[in-house]
């Protein structure tokens, strides 16, 4: 819902000056103070707006801010300039109603800030598009483009408007902008040869000077330094915060956005330069034969340059400096201009030609805005003019006059609309037409304007009058023809009322304007009166060879010499005026009255003196009376209805029939007199402000009870919610809780029920058990009596069955004795011959039987070493159980060795000849049993040391292995490699692998070992053989049982002998060399580790002692 909001509401102050009670000048200043210090600088008097300058920027300027105040109606929202805009900008667009907004203020109050943001506004709000984007852009950029030629830095504002300004800004039926038309009036033109100390030439002098590039600058023979112009003032020529080179640009950039062409920025620059160029040429005094003066250009330089930039010839502007022609019907006059004449000619040409760029500057953005089509458009004008000026020191010329005079008609327009406004809106509401009394200005316009005897009739008269013509003469007339005019004062007028009034100087006049006195000096009045260009500049300019030039200057043209006096300055403007004014008429008007808060340009000052004057001439009390006249208030019925209905009972909260009818049912029921309102047709009309704030004081204490209602409902409401919510909680909470107790009640009783019904259940059963174990016992009991009675029973019956039998069986064995005996005495002649025999075979077959059967399963394991064999269960039978025994035995070593390889066999055979040879021969034989043979124990192949020798082994090595050579000196042993293959046993070196000897097998006869546990060995050789050389060997090794069963078997083959001899004794004889030494092997007490030692006895003579085994 959208939240209606009052210019009631948070208001500082008043925020309109009708509803001041009491209303007096002091209350009137005291709330513009009041909201100027809480920075509301707006404020408004009915429709009109009264806006204060800051002086600083404020954030009520942004486009939110726009936002907020589009399409809202003009009293919803504090006051505001968009909320005038706004207002302005809607009844043109919607009631076809063309607009004139009117800015009036004294210089520096921000009118043309205001103007600014008015048309800003418009911008922001009403269409959008491409060609309408440029429609506005060049409509705002027409703006810095007019400032920089008419304004100028002034002690009142840096940005002085020194010309007036109406612009009509031309809309569409859908309130697009079209376009636009710009009027100016009276140019400030005397500010470009003359400046007042502390203010500054037109902007555009010096921003071409500081912004233009070099070259432009060589362009148009300028030099950057402003002191080398002598119309530029030099004092004041910066100015605090403004950037004149960024200015230019900013200039030119708008210049091409509102359409200038790039030659014609060039010719105004060019005709800018010129007038800087003018002021510097300088007259001196030159006296002629004839004793007229004369006045002679000093330094042509300046001259030179300047015809050179505008295409004129030289020394036709210099003529015309120097002459001046007076034509006459027929007659043509020459004149010399004296010095004095010659400057006034030189600054009435830069005068001229500054005021005449200018108004063709205005021209030229005309036809760039001009609205296309001839339709008729919308209009909405903006008037920014200077507004009434006062010069406290009596400095008052002819230029103020013009401006107060302006303002005199403009003051006198506002009344008459906002009077014939107030009336056509009575007469359109219904309500009857009081009489209202108000200051009516049109006679002070009357006395500036009459045709006859006003003012400015007369300053004509006084100009165009032949005969001498001076100011005095001019003032001498106004003290004639006004002396008697109410408004008029001055020293020699006939009203002798002011002749003692030393306020009034004699060569002053005074004027009572609506906004107060002003005190005028009459000098200069016919001068700028007449602005009087001679002819003979205006004629060299048209012959300028420059284009813009010629056309600012048609009356130069020779072929339309035009004899009569060109229109006086006063004249024009009152022809300008008259003009404005008509068509103001026609418009519906809007005021902003712009106020300025102090003489500093300063933010937060408020200086009452100055404002108080403002105020004044401005007419804002008068403006305050004349809205009051009437009704101070007036508002619709619905948003008033809407305000005030908490006020009645019956039209609160809801009125549902019309809304007048609301009004009237609310206004009957308050206690306000009946004459203190109206009802029109679609408002309510409140004559005293007195009752709207009554009604404003009722409404806010009702809002406030109204407020505690809200509040009491709401917190009932909230309380109440908050109550059902904990009620629904609690029911919840306590239903939870109830669910959970019952939950573990019942679980008690669950379990306190199992509990008993577990003990009634043991019980029952226990007393059930107790009768079943009893019923239990009675049956077993029964089944014992019975048992036993059956078990009596039957041993009874047995024993009875048992004697039975016994006797039966007596009987038997009886009767078989019986039988026997008489069968035996029958057969006993044939039983002896053969059932003796029978009987025993039978036996002898039933024991044998039994036998093998039960050894059957008796046989001892398949192991050959298993020496189990059952007992002979019969004596008879020792024989057949040893031999099956031994036939057992065999069996089972042949289904052994039916599981040997090839490789094992031979082993074993080794093993079986070794037994043969040593078995309870030699007491080392034993140990060596469960040694295998492994034969090669050097691995003489693969050990890279006996490389060597195993490549000079001629056949395969069938043992290798370390053996102890005894020295037959002493009894020590020498390592030697022994090796053997299949034809002959090798002693070789154990450490170089040579051999040392090498005995074929044919001649080795036999070996002789001990008996004992030793290694030693004695390889006998034949006599006489190669090899028996040295003798024989006596060696010992570890594994002696090995090689000698090895050598037992390789010496049978090869020497294809029967077989070879072991001689296994403890003493033999062994040949070395020549001698035979006896080895004798003896039994030794253990000693070193228990080894067998061998020393030398004597020459024939070794002894081994073998430590005993035992
Ligand atoms: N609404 C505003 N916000 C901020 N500053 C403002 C505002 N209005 C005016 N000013 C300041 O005051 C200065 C003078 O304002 P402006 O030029 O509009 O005065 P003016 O009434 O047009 O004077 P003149 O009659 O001399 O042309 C501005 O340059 C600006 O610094
Ligand atoms: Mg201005």
């Known amino acids: 819902m959208e939240v209606k909001t009052s210019l009631l509401d948070n208001m500082i102050g008043v925020g309109d000056m009708v509803l001041l009670e009491p209303l007096s000048e002091d209350s009137f200043l005291e709330n513009l103070k009041n909201r100027f210090e809480h920075n509301e600088i707006y404020t408004y008097i009915g429709s009109v707006v009264i806006s204060m300058n800051p002086y600083r920027s404020l954030p009520i300027f942004t486009p939110e801010k726009v936002e907020e105040y589009r399409n809202r109606n003009f009293y919803e929202l504090s006051p505001h300039i968009y909320a005038l805009a706004d207002e302005a900008y809607r009844s043109l667009r919607d009631q076809d109603k063309d607009q004139c907004i009117l800015i009036t203020g004294e210089s520096g109050a921000g009118k043309t800030e205001a103007s600014k943001l008015v048309m800003s506004y418009v911008a922001a709000v009403c269409g959008k598009g491409q060609e309408v984007n440029k429609v506005k852009e060049q409509l705002l950029q027409s703006n810095p483009v007019l400032e920089a030629f008419g304004n100028a830095k002034t002690v009142r504002n840096d940005n002085s408007s020194r010309f007036g300004k109406y612009m009509d800004i031309e809309f569409d039926f859908k309130g697009d902008p079209l376009g636009g038309v710009i009027s100016n009036y009276l140019l400030e033109k005397s500010r470009v040869v003359k400046q007042p100390r502390g203010e500054r030439n037109f902007h555009v002098f010096y921003q071409l000077l500081s912004g233009a590039s070099d070259e432009s600058l060589k362009k148009l023979k300028l030099h950057r330094d402003f002191s080398k112009y002598n119309y530029l003032s030099l004092d004041s020529a910066a100015v605090n915060g403004l950037d004149d080179a960024a200015n230019f640009r900013t200039v030119r950039n708008a210049m091409q956005i509102v359409g200038f062409m790039e030659d014609e920025v060039q010719s105004v620059m060019e005709l800018v330069a010129a007038v800087l160029k003018l002021g510097n040429i300088e007259f001196k005094p030159d006296s002629r034969s004839n004793g007229s003066d004369e006045s002679r250009i000093k330094d042509k330089n300046d001259l030179k340059e300047m015809c050179e930039l505008l295409g004129i010839e030289q020394s036709v502007l210099e003529r015309a400096f120097s002459y001046r022609t007076v034509e006459a019907k027929l007659e043509k006059v020459s004149t010399t201009l004296n010095v004095a004449q010659a400057y006034y000619a030189r600054d009435a040409l830069a005068k001229n030609l500054y005021s005449r760029l200018f108004s063709w500057l205005v021209t030229r953005i005309n036809e760039s805005i001009k609205a296309q089509g001839k339709t008729r458009h919308k209009v909405m004008g903006v008037l920014d003019i200077y507004g009434f000026e006062i010069f406290e020191d009596g400095d008052n010329s002819f230029e103020q006059f013009i401006i107060n005079y302006c303002n005199e008609k403009l003051q006198q327009i506002f009344i008459e609309l906002t009077l014939r406004e107030e009336q056509e809106e009575y007469i359109r509401e219904g309500i009857e037409w009081t009489n209202i009394e108000y200051f009516n200005n049109a006679v002070i316009c009357d006395l500036i304007e009459n045709n006859q005897n006003g003012i400015l009739a007369m300053l004509d008269e006084e100009c165009l009058r032949p005969g001498t013509v001076t100011d005095e003469t001019f003032l001498d007339k106004l003290n004639t023809i006004c002396a008697e005019h109410l408004h008029f004062e001055s020293r020699l007028s006939k009203n002798s009322k002011f002749l003692t009034d030393h306020s009034l100087p004699h060569s002053c006049f005074r004027i009572q304007h609506y906004a107060g006195k002003v005190l005028y000096r009459a000098e200069g009045f016919v001068d700028k009166n007449n602005d009087l260009l001679y002819r003979d500049l205006s004629q060299a300019m048209y012959k300028a060879n420059h284009k813009l030039i010629k056309q600012l200057f048609p009356e130069g043209n020779p072929a339309k010499v035009n004899l009569k006096r060109p229109l006086t300055a006063g004249f024009q403007f009152k022809a300008s005026v008259g003009t404005l004014m008509r068509n103001l008429q026609t418009k519906n008007p809007n005021y902003i009255r712009c106020i300025k808060p102090n003489d500093k340009k300063a933010s937060h000052i408020f200086t009452d003196s100055l404002v108080r004057h403002q105020l004044r001439y401005l007419g804002l009390m008068e403006n305050v009376r004349v809205r009051r006249a009437g009704y101070a208030f007036r508002q619709p019925y619905e948003p008033c209805l809407e305000r005030y209905k908490m006020l009645c009972k019956r039209t609160w909260p809801h009125w549902l029939g019309p809304a007048r009818e609301g009004v009237e049912v609310l206004m009957s029921d308050l206690p306000v007199p009946a004459e203190e309102f109206s009802f029109g047709r679609s408002k309510i009309f409140i004559r005293n402000p007195r009752t709207l704030f009554f009604l404003e004081e009722r409404r806010r204490q009702c809002l406030q009870d109204l407020a505690t209602l809200i509040q009491k409902i709401y917190r009932g409401w909230k309380c109440r919610g908050h ?388």
């Not at 039966?808 to 009767?815: C, D, F, M």
């Not at 005495?825 to 059932?835: C, D, H, V």
Request: aromatic content about 10%; overall charge positive; some cysteine.
């Open 723 to 1110: 109550f059902l919510l904990l009620k629904k909680s609690q029911i919840v909470v306590s239903a939870w809780y109830r669910r959970y107790a019952q939950q573990k009640k019942y679980q008690k009783i669950k379990s306190a029920t199992t509990v008993v019904q577990s003990y009634t259940r043991g019980w029952q059963a226990r007393k059930l058990l107790r009768e079943l174990k009893y019923q239990k016992r009675c049956v077993e009991a029964v089944t014992t009596i019975s048992a036993f009675w059956h078990g009596t029973q039957a041993r009874r019956e047995l024993r009875r069955l048992k004697e039975e039998a016994r006797r039966k069986h007596a009987v038997a064995v009886i009767w078989a004795y019986w039988q026997g005996l008489k069968i035996r005495r029958e057969y006993r002649k044939f039983f002896r011959a053969n059932a003796g025999k029978k009987i025993y075979d039978f036996t002898i077959q039933r024991i044998m039987q039994k036998y093998f059967l039960g050894l059957k399963s008796t046989l001892p394991s398949m192991s050959p070493i298993d020496k189990n064999w059952p007992a002979r269960p019969y004596l008879f039978l020792g024989g057949v159980h040893s031999e099956l025994r031994r036939i057992f035995h065999l069996w089972r070593c042949k289904k052994y060795r039916s599981q040997f390889t090839e490789e094992k066999k031979a082993v074993y055979e080794e093993k079986l000849e070794a037994s043969e040879l040593f078995k309870d021969k030699k007491a080392l034989y034993p140990s060596s049993v469960s040694q295998p043979f492994k034969g090669d124990y050097l691995e003489i192949n693969k050990n890279p040391k006996y490389q060597k020798l195993s490549i000079a082994m001629e056949d395969k090595v069938l043992l290798a292995d370390v053996v102890n050579k005894i020295n037959r000196a002493n009894g020590k042993g020498t390592a030697r490699l022994f090796l053997l293959t299949k034809n002959s046993v090798v002693l070789a070196d154990q450490k170089t692998g040579q051999v040392k000897a090498s005995v074929p097998l044919p001649d080795l006869t036999s070996v002789s070992v001990s008996t004992q546990s030793d290694g030693f060995f004695a390889l006998k050789l034949k006599e006489g053989s190669a090899s028996a050389v040295k003798g024989d060997f006596l060696l010992s090794s570890e594994h002696l049982i090995e090689i000698i069963t090895k050598i037992h078997r390789m010496g049978t083959t090869a020497a294809d002998r029967e077989q070879l001899d072991i001689d296994i004794s403890d003493e033999f004889l062994v040949q070395f060399k020549h001698d035979k030494v006896c080895v004798k092997f003896i039994q030794g007490v253990p000693k070193n580790g228990n080894s067998v030692s061998c020393k030398r006895k004597n020459n024939r003579l070794l002894e081994v002692s073998v430590p005993s085994t035992a």
